[in-house]
Protein backbone atom coordinates (compact mmCIF):
# COMPACT_ATOMS: atom_id res chain seq x y z
CA UNK A 1 0.00 0.00 0.00
CA UNK A 2 2.59 2.61 1.02
CA UNK A 3 4.42 1.72 -2.14
CA UNK A 4 1.23 2.36 -4.40
CA UNK A 5 0.85 5.49 -2.44
CA UNK A 6 4.35 6.85 -3.31
CA UNK A 7 3.85 5.84 -7.16
CA UNK A 8 0.32 8.28 -6.92
CA UNK A 9 2.42 10.51 -5.30
CA UNK A 10 5.39 10.54 -8.00
CA UNK A 11 2.13 10.68 -10.63
CA UNK A 12 0.92 13.92 -9.57
CA UNK A 13 4.01 15.42 -8.70
CA UNK A 14 4.83 14.75 -12.17
CA UNK A 15 1.54 16.39 -13.38
CA UNK A 16 2.72 19.44 -11.39
CA UNK A 17 5.77 19.08 -13.55
CA UNK A 18 4.17 19.56 -16.41
CA UNK A 19 2.74 22.57 -16.48
CA UNK A 20 4.91 25.49 -18.11
CA UNK A 21 6.03 28.47 -16.50
CA UNK A 22 3.29 31.28 -15.89
CA UNK A 23 3.66 34.11 -18.91
CA UNK A 24 5.39 37.40 -17.92
CA UNK A 25 3.15 40.41 -17.03
CA UNK A 26 2.82 42.72 -20.21
CA UNK A 27 0.49 45.30 -18.69
CA UNK A 28 1.78 48.41 -17.37
CA UNK A 29 -0.57 49.23 -13.97
CA UNK A 30 -0.83 47.50 -10.88
CA UNK A 31 2.62 46.11 -10.73
CA UNK A 32 2.86 46.80 -6.90
CA UNK A 33 -0.47 45.35 -5.90
CA UNK A 34 -0.58 43.23 -3.05
CA UNK A 35 -2.90 40.82 -4.83
CA UNK A 36 -1.62 41.05 -8.37
CA UNK A 37 -1.67 36.89 -9.06
CA UNK A 38 -3.59 36.09 -7.13
CA UNK A 39 -5.58 33.29 -7.48
CA UNK A 40 -8.89 32.82 -5.20
CA UNK A 41 -11.36 30.20 -4.90
CA UNK A 42 -14.40 32.46 -4.29
CA UNK A 43 -16.57 30.20 -2.30
CA UNK A 44 -14.08 29.94 0.53
CA UNK A 45 -11.92 32.74 0.04
CA UNK A 46 -8.76 30.28 -0.26
CA UNK A 47 -5.93 31.44 -2.44
CA UNK A 48 -4.96 28.46 -4.76
CA UNK A 49 -1.66 27.92 -7.24
CA UNK A 50 -2.13 27.68 -10.58
CA UNK A 51 -1.35 23.58 -10.72
CA UNK A 52 -4.31 23.55 -7.99
CA UNK A 53 -6.62 25.66 -10.14
CA UNK A 54 -5.58 23.34 -13.37
CA UNK A 55 -6.28 20.13 -11.53
CA UNK A 56 -10.09 21.53 -10.33
CA UNK A 57 -10.88 22.91 -13.53
CA UNK A 58 -9.65 19.45 -15.12
CA UNK A 59 -12.36 18.21 -13.13
CA UNK A 60 -15.49 19.41 -14.73
CA UNK A 61 -17.28 19.31 -18.11
CA UNK A 62 -17.62 22.82 -18.59
CA UNK A 63 -14.85 25.73 -18.02
CA UNK A 64 -15.70 29.06 -18.99
CA UNK A 65 -13.53 31.95 -19.19
CA UNK A 66 -14.33 35.35 -18.88
CA UNK A 67 -11.85 37.93 -19.87
CA UNK A 68 -11.06 41.75 -20.90
CA UNK A 69 -11.24 41.81 -24.16
CA UNK A 70 -8.10 44.64 -24.42
CA UNK A 71 -5.90 43.08 -21.87
CA UNK A 72 -3.30 41.16 -23.50
CA UNK A 73 -2.03 39.39 -20.34
CA UNK A 74 -5.84 37.62 -19.86
CA UNK A 75 -5.11 35.92 -23.88
CA UNK A 76 -1.57 35.19 -22.53
CA UNK A 77 -3.16 33.35 -19.90
CA UNK A 78 -5.76 31.78 -21.96
CA UNK A 79 -3.01 30.52 -24.37
CA UNK A 80 -1.19 28.80 -20.79
CA UNK A 81 -4.59 27.72 -19.63
CA UNK A 82 -5.56 25.77 -22.52
CA UNK A 83 -2.01 24.04 -22.81
CA UNK A 84 -2.39 23.21 -18.87
CA UNK A 85 -5.67 21.59 -19.22
CA UNK A 86 -4.07 19.40 -22.45
CA UNK A 87 -1.70 18.14 -19.87
CA UNK A 88 -3.82 17.03 -17.56
CA UNK A 89 -6.98 15.69 -19.35
CA UNK A 90 -8.04 15.22 -23.19
CA UNK A 91 -9.82 18.40 -24.17
CA UNK A 92 -13.08 17.89 -25.93
CA UNK A 93 -13.93 21.14 -27.56
CA UNK A 94 -12.44 25.27 -27.62
CA UNK A 95 -15.49 27.45 -28.02
CA UNK A 96 -15.05 31.22 -28.38
CA UNK A 97 -16.68 34.43 -28.69
CA UNK A 98 -14.50 35.50 -31.27
CA UNK A 99 -15.69 33.46 -34.04
CA UNK A 100 -19.27 33.84 -35.47
CA UNK A 101 -21.28 30.99 -36.65
CA UNK A 102 -20.80 32.26 -40.45
CA UNK A 103 -17.01 31.53 -40.10
CA UNK A 104 -17.54 28.10 -38.67
CA UNK A 105 -16.81 26.84 -42.10
CA UNK A 106 -13.88 28.57 -42.73
CA UNK A 107 -12.35 26.99 -39.19
CA UNK A 108 -13.35 23.75 -40.37
CA UNK A 109 -11.05 23.72 -43.40
CA UNK A 110 -8.35 25.80 -41.44
CA UNK A 111 -8.40 23.02 -38.34
CA UNK A 112 -7.97 20.07 -41.36
CA UNK A 113 -5.45 22.01 -42.81
CA UNK A 114 -3.65 22.07 -39.93
CA UNK A 115 -4.22 18.79 -39.13
CA UNK A 116 -2.33 17.47 -42.10
CA UNK A 117 0.30 19.85 -41.95
CA UNK A 118 -0.45 22.01 -44.10
CA UNK A 119 -0.16 25.80 -42.64
CA UNK A 120 -1.69 28.73 -43.76
CA UNK A 121 -0.14 31.84 -44.66
CA UNK A 122 -2.62 34.29 -44.10
CA UNK A 123 -4.80 32.71 -41.27
CA UNK A 124 -7.10 35.72 -40.46
CA UNK A 125 -7.99 36.27 -44.07
CA UNK A 126 -8.65 32.25 -44.05
CA UNK A 127 -10.71 32.79 -41.43
CA UNK A 128 -12.35 35.88 -42.22
CA UNK A 129 -11.42 37.27 -38.53
CA UNK A 130 -13.07 40.81 -37.66
CA UNK A 131 -11.35 44.00 -37.51
CA UNK A 132 -12.35 44.34 -33.42
CA UNK A 133 -11.01 41.55 -31.86
CA UNK A 134 -7.16 42.27 -31.89
CA UNK A 135 -4.97 39.53 -33.85
CA UNK A 136 -2.38 40.30 -31.97
CA UNK A 137 -3.54 39.28 -29.05
CA UNK A 138 -5.59 36.37 -30.65
CA UNK A 139 -3.36 35.13 -33.01
CA UNK A 140 -1.62 32.76 -30.48
CA UNK A 141 -4.53 31.35 -28.95
CA UNK A 142 -6.75 30.63 -32.13
CA UNK A 143 -3.03 29.18 -33.38
CA UNK A 144 -2.30 26.35 -31.10
CA UNK A 145 -6.62 25.51 -30.90
CA UNK A 146 -6.35 25.16 -34.53
CA UNK A 147 -3.06 22.93 -33.98
CA UNK A 148 -5.08 20.24 -31.93
CA UNK A 149 -6.99 17.92 -32.28
CA UNK A 150 -10.41 18.89 -30.47
CA UNK A 151 -12.76 21.16 -32.55
CA UNK A 152 -13.01 24.68 -32.20
CA UNK A 153 -16.34 26.25 -32.59
CA UNK A 154 -17.68 29.25 -33.25
CA UNK A 155 -19.95 30.45 -30.25
CA UNK A 156 -21.41 33.85 -31.57
CA UNK A 157 -23.72 35.65 -33.29
CA UNK A 158 -22.81 36.39 -37.04
CA UNK A 159 -23.78 40.14 -38.00
CA UNK A 160 -27.17 39.18 -40.03
CA UNK A 161 -28.86 37.21 -36.53
CA UNK A 162 -28.08 40.70 -34.66
CA UNK A 163 -29.39 42.81 -36.44
CA UNK A 164 -32.63 40.18 -37.05
CA UNK A 165 -32.83 40.04 -33.17
CA UNK A 166 -32.51 43.85 -32.92
CA UNK A 167 -35.07 44.83 -35.30
CA UNK A 168 -37.26 42.42 -34.15
CA UNK A 169 -36.51 41.14 -30.37
CA UNK A 170 -37.85 37.01 -30.20
CA UNK A 171 -38.81 35.93 -26.86
CA UNK A 172 -36.30 34.38 -24.58
CA UNK A 173 -37.45 30.92 -22.98
CA UNK A 174 -37.02 30.35 -19.18
CA UNK A 175 -37.82 31.89 -16.34
CA UNK A 176 -33.94 32.69 -14.91
CA UNK A 177 -32.76 34.38 -17.78
CA UNK A 178 -36.04 36.99 -18.42
CA UNK A 179 -36.02 37.59 -14.62
CA UNK A 180 -35.65 41.19 -13.31
CA UNK A 181 -32.44 40.16 -11.43
CA UNK A 182 -30.72 39.40 -14.76
CA UNK A 183 -32.60 41.82 -17.38
CA UNK A 184 -31.50 45.38 -15.13
CA UNK A 185 -28.19 44.64 -14.48
CA UNK A 186 -27.64 44.01 -18.11
CA UNK A 187 -29.56 47.24 -19.35
CA UNK A 188 -27.35 49.26 -17.04
CA UNK A 189 -24.43 47.61 -18.20
CA UNK A 190 -24.99 48.22 -21.90
CA UNK A 191 -26.36 52.17 -20.51
CA UNK A 192 -22.37 52.34 -19.27
CA UNK A 193 -20.34 50.82 -22.26
CA UNK A 194 -22.14 53.03 -24.52
CA UNK A 195 -21.31 56.21 -22.12
CA UNK A 196 -24.81 57.12 -21.50
CA UNK A 197 -24.73 57.79 -25.28
CA UNK A 198 -27.79 55.42 -26.47
CA UNK A 199 -31.65 56.36 -26.08
CA UNK A 200 -33.84 54.46 -23.70
CA UNK A 201 -35.31 53.69 -27.23
CA UNK A 202 -32.66 51.13 -28.08
CA UNK A 203 -32.05 49.36 -24.68
CA UNK A 204 -34.37 46.64 -24.77
CA UNK A 205 -32.85 45.81 -28.67
CA UNK A 206 -29.66 46.03 -27.27
CA UNK A 207 -30.48 43.79 -24.64
CA UNK A 208 -31.93 41.40 -26.67
CA UNK A 209 -29.14 40.97 -28.47
CA UNK A 210 -26.82 40.76 -25.36
CA UNK A 211 -29.00 38.15 -24.35
CA UNK A 212 -29.29 35.96 -27.40
CA UNK A 213 -25.66 35.84 -27.79
CA UNK A 214 -25.37 34.84 -24.66
CA UNK A 215 -27.93 31.84 -24.74
CA UNK A 216 -25.93 30.97 -28.39
CA UNK A 217 -22.91 30.10 -26.67
CA UNK A 218 -25.16 27.95 -23.83
CA UNK A 219 -26.71 26.35 -26.46
CA UNK A 220 -23.00 25.63 -28.18
CA UNK A 221 -21.41 25.03 -24.71
CA UNK A 222 -24.12 22.03 -23.88
CA UNK A 223 -23.78 20.89 -27.67
CA UNK A 224 -20.19 20.38 -27.61
CA UNK A 225 -18.30 17.74 -26.85
CA UNK A 226 -17.08 17.40 -23.41
CA UNK A 227 -14.69 18.53 -21.65
CA UNK A 228 -15.34 21.82 -23.11
CA UNK A 229 -13.81 25.41 -22.48
CA UNK A 230 -16.15 28.50 -23.78
CA UNK A 231 -13.19 31.92 -23.85
CA UNK A 232 -15.69 34.90 -23.29
CA UNK A 233 -15.89 38.33 -22.29
CA UNK A 234 -16.23 38.52 -18.32
CA UNK A 235 -19.80 39.70 -18.50
CA UNK A 236 -20.77 36.59 -20.94
CA UNK A 237 -18.93 34.20 -18.51
CA UNK A 238 -20.66 35.81 -15.36
CA UNK A 239 -22.74 32.97 -13.29
CA UNK A 240 -25.48 35.95 -12.22
CA UNK A 241 -25.98 37.65 -15.38
CA UNK A 242 -24.58 35.71 -18.76
CA UNK A 243 -24.09 31.96 -20.13
CA UNK A 244 -24.51 30.14 -16.85
CA UNK A 245 -27.74 31.44 -16.94
CA UNK A 246 -29.28 30.16 -19.93
CA UNK A 247 -27.51 27.10 -18.70
CA UNK A 248 -29.94 27.05 -15.96
CA UNK A 249 -32.59 27.93 -18.42
CA UNK A 250 -31.73 25.03 -20.52
CA UNK A 251 -31.96 22.45 -18.04
CA UNK A 252 -27.86 21.87 -18.65
CA UNK A 253 -26.43 18.90 -15.73
CA UNK A 254 -22.95 19.15 -17.18
CA UNK A 255 -20.39 20.03 -14.19
CA UNK A 256 -18.92 23.68 -14.77
CA UNK A 257 -16.75 26.16 -13.38
CA UNK A 258 -16.21 29.68 -13.95
CA UNK A 259 -12.98 31.78 -13.78
CA UNK A 260 -12.83 35.46 -14.59
CA UNK A 261 -9.76 37.28 -15.43
CA UNK A 262 -9.66 40.20 -13.63
CA UNK A 263 -7.58 43.70 -13.57
CA UNK A 264 -6.08 44.24 -9.68
CA UNK A 265 -8.31 46.41 -8.26
CA UNK A 266 -11.77 45.40 -10.11
CA UNK A 267 -13.25 43.16 -6.96
CA UNK A 268 -15.35 39.71 -8.46
CA UNK A 269 -17.95 37.92 -6.32
CA UNK A 270 -18.95 34.46 -5.78
CA UNK A 271 -21.95 35.48 -6.88
CA UNK A 272 -20.47 36.15 -10.75
CA UNK A 273 -17.64 33.36 -10.58
CA UNK A 274 -16.25 30.50 -8.84
CA UNK A 275 -12.24 31.45 -9.55
CA UNK A 276 -10.81 34.79 -10.02
CA UNK A 277 -7.37 35.36 -11.64
CA UNK A 278 -5.99 38.67 -10.68
CA UNK A 279 -3.48 40.64 -13.41
CA UNK A 280 -1.97 43.34 -14.45
CA UNK A 281 -4.16 46.09 -15.78
CA UNK A 282 -3.90 47.96 -19.00
CA UNK A 283 -3.48 51.99 -19.12
CA UNK A 284 -6.78 53.68 -18.44
CA UNK A 285 -8.26 54.93 -21.51
CA UNK A 286 -11.26 57.35 -22.11
CA UNK A 287 -13.19 55.45 -24.65
CA UNK A 288 -16.54 57.55 -24.03
CA UNK A 289 -14.14 60.74 -24.92
CA UNK A 290 -13.80 58.73 -28.01
CA UNK A 291 -17.79 57.91 -28.47
CA UNK A 292 -18.83 61.14 -28.06
CA UNK A 293 -16.09 62.75 -30.60
CA UNK A 294 -17.63 59.57 -33.00
Known amino acids: MRLGLLICIGLLAGCQAALAPLPDWQSPQGRDASNLGQIEDLRSGRTLTATELVER ?8 VGEQHDNPDHHALELW ?10 QGSVLMEMLTSGQQQAVDQAQAASGEGQPIADLPKALGWQD ?32 QIYRKQPQLSGSASSSAAVREPLLEQIRESHCGLLPDSQLPAML ?58 KAVSAEQADYV ?17 R
Open 132 to 163: GWDWSMYGPIVRYALAQPAPVLAANLNRDEMM
Open 81 to 90: LLRALASQRK
Open 208 to 265: AVQQQRDRRMAVGLQQADKPAILLAGAFHARRDLGVPVHLRDLGDTATSAVLIFSEVG
Open 57 to 64: LSAVDQVL
Open 277 to 293: WYTAAVEDKDYCAEMRK
